[in-house]
């Protein structure tokens, strides 16, 4: 019962936070200055009429208020509306973006994920040595790094061995499956690896510490003196205990791969999901920023709860 | 998806295999140039889109009635092959192509123009606003033969085929089945490729922000490229474009970053530099009803500012000389619309501080000068999405700061900048100075529409709105004979250099690279990918 109280409590609190970041994301995007038509009726051939054009078209000569009550009732319907810079469903766009984004996003923080632990699991074990300077030292190296500047140095690098730019080679003609598995491969390489380098850091840190903590312990005495070798003691003592805030930090990490990586989408020219939000704020397109804002915040809300509920499996500790 | 995908891949291979063996050995025809941008195409659909590929994509598959000649300077023939002007310039018939077709095989004949011409026109207030300034004054066109077009005009226009040259005709079969809600669906329509069109190019596959790619029209009425293909891919960042074109991933770049040009000459690739259409400027708020800083209003104190800029070293520093001094709202490259009389103002801080020091403008004990009370401190309203303009900012604040002028960038986004030009409401009272771009065009109707008082709320930046300048505008609009025309074309640039709502600082070039592997390269002030005409893309060709 107090298990079931527990899922009821952080499932309410989940729906109340979406509908408060509902509400922000509607408020926050019209408080900033600027006109969301200002742009798109700057066209060459446009007369002073099209400002007022378009205000009419998407609805914003209407009150705050109204237009409030309006995306509420179109979210209940599910529909994200239309997209004032070119006209098509939010949906659409934010499909389009999201299957892009995904692969790359997904590989570069699974990168850093295995990397990060093992870097965090030796330098923990090998504590005190050269080998956890030389670790930690890379770690935070990698973490302080300006992603852009990573991204930059690393065209810079293999330009030439891998592309520089884009998901694919588009004017492959007809390639076989494999072909085009390979071309996909070789163009997701740079902007995965530059999030991975960006990432692994933080996972290494979090894991050393963790590590720390559990290696400190009286059973990993207790498994020291029974004779177990050390890999042992790691993986069965140590590193399994150690999971328990590392298994916060990947829920938080995978809530946030729908926001994709504004600045290595751009760096790469990789059409995802962030270079999309990123023209939405510029272009004042309301609906595309909601839109991607509400997919952020249902991600992020429901892999936080994901964490919860996986705390409160993991650590039977919490209900007490 | 993927099926079709790679239907239509089967399809481009099937028919560039079938133009290249039916080619013959006159032409040195074949493979696809693939062209690198930083910009990008917002949409395939005219009546929504925004960016200059955009228009470029349109200028390449639809027919527009007249196009530029290979230099950039004359009307040349496109869907029309002839044109006359009837009933003192109200009527104009345009003799168009016979025996044309779309790319989906339907007959494309003048009724196409005149049905396209004549929906801008009923739903100009609405869905079509984005193209109302390219039928202003019309009433009404007809098509009574298919190799006939008739406009009728309200009045006798000047800029009647500078017009047209921008308008693309759409195929009727197609887009009249997407006017419901009032014209509203003409904006919802994607357009999606492959696009029915009867340019020299048909859109095949279009995806955003990364690719478009043409295949060569075999059905096209006039010349044929000699490409099977080009593609236009596009980069988000600059580092990364040079990158691919050096490592031979791309063919060319159709603007070549500054910082770029002597690395890519060096390594072997055609580099070409004309003069463009972008030129910067520096904005003084004009609107005699401007509450603050009135002094800004007295054209003593813009002509001291305009003596302060170093326009040399922005063309040096901030452009790596990729540009040159700007003097006029008429850009050189405008052909014989630019007005050579008017000059690039010297630098001169002396002249400069004589000018303040005559109008009683002393400095305060911080070096900073007093005018009508008030210290001759600004604010400069700046965009973020203009590159350029920080370093020009301190190349300015600099020498400003030597006659006695203190500048503060205030940067906004261009949205944000906008708005705040334009505040409170429309009514341009409130803000000082500011720094922009604009991209003209060849002819110069457009370019000399913005500082009019009609476009308070539209395209003005500067709040300038002069009845005597106004009246000029519509009579260099109301006048057919183009040399009478350009009198009056130049006799504007005088005035507004006189009153300078602008202070021009420097004129762009167009800079693209290509590969050593191709010839046949055509410039032009937008580049090889442009709207001004279809010649810079059918002649390239591989070496």
């Not at chain 1, 692969?103 to 850093?112: D, E, I, K, Q, R």
């Not at chain 1, 692994?200 to 177990?228: N, P, Q, W």
């Not at chain 2, 060849?442 to 500067?462: A, I």
């Not at chain 2, 709105?465 to 009579?475: E, V, W």
């Amino acid at each position: 019962m107090r298990g079931a109280d527990y899922v009821i409590k952080r499932t309410a609190f989940a729906l109340v936070t979406v509908f408060v970041a509902v509400t922000l994301n509607f408020a926050l995007f019209r408080l900033a200055p600027g006109s969301a038509v200002t742009d798109l009726s700057r066209v060459p051939h446009a007369t002073p009429e099209l400002r007022q054009a378009l205000k009419k078209q998407f609805g914003l000569d209407k009150s705050k208020g109204a237009q409030y009550v309006i995306y509420l009732k179109q979210l209940v319907h599910g529909n994200l509306g239309v997209s004032f810079a070119n006209e098509q469903p939010v949906s659409t766009n934010l499909r389009v973006a999201l299957i892009n984004t995904l692969p790359m996003v997904l590989l570069g923080t699974l990168f850093a994920i295995v990397i990060g632990t093992l870097t965090g699991v030796i330098a923990a074990w090998r504590r005190g040595t050269p080998t956890e300077a030389v670790t930690v030292t890379s770690a935070l190296g990698f973490y302080s790094m300006p992603t852009h500047w990573l991204g930059l140095m690393l065209i810079i690098i293999f330009a030439g061995t891998l592309p520089t730019g884009g998901m694919t080679n588009e004017f492959l003609i007809n390639p076989s499956f494999w072909t085009h598995f390979r071309d996909l491969a070789a163009h997701i390489t740079l902007p995965s690896l530059t999030l991975g380098l960006v990432l692994y850091g933080e996972y290494t840190l979090i894991v050393r510490s963790a590590m720390l903590e559990t290696l400190g312990e009286d059973y990993i005495l207790t498994a020291r003196a029974k004779g177990l070798k050390p890999w042992t003691i790691v993986r069965r003592h140590a590193l399994r205990n150690a999971m328990l805030p590392v298994a916060t930090l990947v829920a938080l990490s995978l809530g946030y791969i729908v926001a994709g990586a504004i600045l290595i989408e751009t760096v790469f020219s990789w059409p995802g999901i962030g270079r999309a939000v990123y023209d939405a704020v510029l272009q004042r397109d309301y609906p595309m920023l909601q839109g991607a804002f509400l997919l952020l915040t249902i991600s992020v809300v429901f892999f936080n709860l994901v964490a919860d509920l996986l705390y409160f499996k993991l650590d039977p500790r919490i209900t007490e | 998806m993927q099926a079709r995908r790679l239907a239509i891949v089967g399809v481009v291979l099937a028919v560039c295999v079938f133009a290249a063996a039916a080619s013959g050995s006159e032409r040195k025809s074949g493979g696809t140039f693939r062209l690198g941008t930083s910009s990008r195409i917002d949409s395939l659909n005219p009546f929504v889109a925004f960016n200059q590929d955009a228009y470029s994509t349109f200028e390449y598959i639809y027919p527009e009635l007249i196009q530029y000649d290979k230099a950039n300077r004359n009307f040349a023939p496109d869907f029309a092959t002839s044109w006359k002007a009837s009933n003192g310039g109200k009527t104009w018939t345009f003799k168009t192509r016979g025996g044309a077709v779309w790319s989906d095989g339907q007959p494309l004949t003048s009724a196409d123009a005149a049905w396209t011409i004549n929906t801008a026109l009923k739903y100009k207030g609405g869905a079509t606003a984005n193209s109302a300034g390219l039928i202003a004054h019309i009433t009404r066109a007809d098509a009574p033969t298919p190799t006939t077009l008739v406009v009728h005009y309200a009045a006798a226009l000047g800029n009647v085929l500078g017009q047209f040259q921008q308008f693309p005709i759409l195929p009727k079969h197609i887009w009249s089945q997407h006017t419901g809600h009032k014209g509203n669906d003409l904006k919802s329509f994607p357009n999606n490729a492959p696009v029915v069109g009867a340019g020299p190019f048909n859109l095949i596959k279009f995806t955003k922000d990364q690719i478009a790619l043409f295949q060569r029209n075999d059905k096209f009425y006039g010349p044929k490229p000699n490409v099977d293909a080009f593609g236009l891919q596009m980069f988000s960042n600059d580092d990364a474009l040079v990158a691919a074109l050096k490592h031979h991933d791309i063919d060319a770049i159709e603007d070549v970053p500054a910082t770029a040009i002597k690395t890519l000459r060096g390594s072997g690739f055609t580099v070409k530099q004309v003069p463009g259409l972008d030129h910067t400027d520096f904005i003084v708020n004009s609107n005699p009803k401007k509450t603050k800083h009135r002094e800004l209003l007295d054209p003593r104190v813009k002509t001291a500012m305009d003596y302060a800029i170093d326009r040399a070293q922005i063309v040096r520093v901030v452009f790596l000389g990729a540009a040159h001094p700007g003097d006029s709202i008429i850009s050189p490259s405008s052909g014989a619309w630019y007005n050579p009389a008017v000059k690039p103002t010297p630098f001169n801080l002396a002249k400069a501080n004589g000018i303040l020091d005559g109008l009683g403008y002393k400095k305060g004990s911080d070096g900073i000068r007093v005018a009508n009370g008030s210290r001759m401190s600004y604010d400069v309203i700046t965009p973020t999405d203009v590159h350029s303009i920080p370093r020009t900012f301190q190349i300015i604040q600099a020498a400003f700061r030597k006659i006695g002028i203190e500048l503060k960038q205030k940067s906004l986004d261009s949205s944000a900048a906008f708005d705040a030009i334009t505040a409170p409401n429309g009514k341009y009272t409130d803000f000082d100075l500011s720094m922009w771009d604009w991209v003209g065009l060849v002819d110069p109707d457009f370019m000399l529409s913005v500082v009019t008082c009609e476009q308070y709320g539209g395209w003005s930046d500067s709040g300038f709105c002069d009845k005597t300048y106004d009246a000029m505008y519509s009579k260099q609009q109301l006048t057919p004979n183009q040399a009478k025309r350009r009198a009056i074309v130049w006799q504007m640039q005088k005035y507004l250099q006189q009153r300078k709502p602008y202070l021009w600082l420097a004129n762009l070039d167009n800079v693209s690279a290509y590969s050593s592997n191709w010839t046949g390269i055509v410039t032009s002030p937008q580049g090889p990918f442009n709207s001004i005409s279809k010649v810079s893309l059918t002649s390239i060709q591989q070496k």
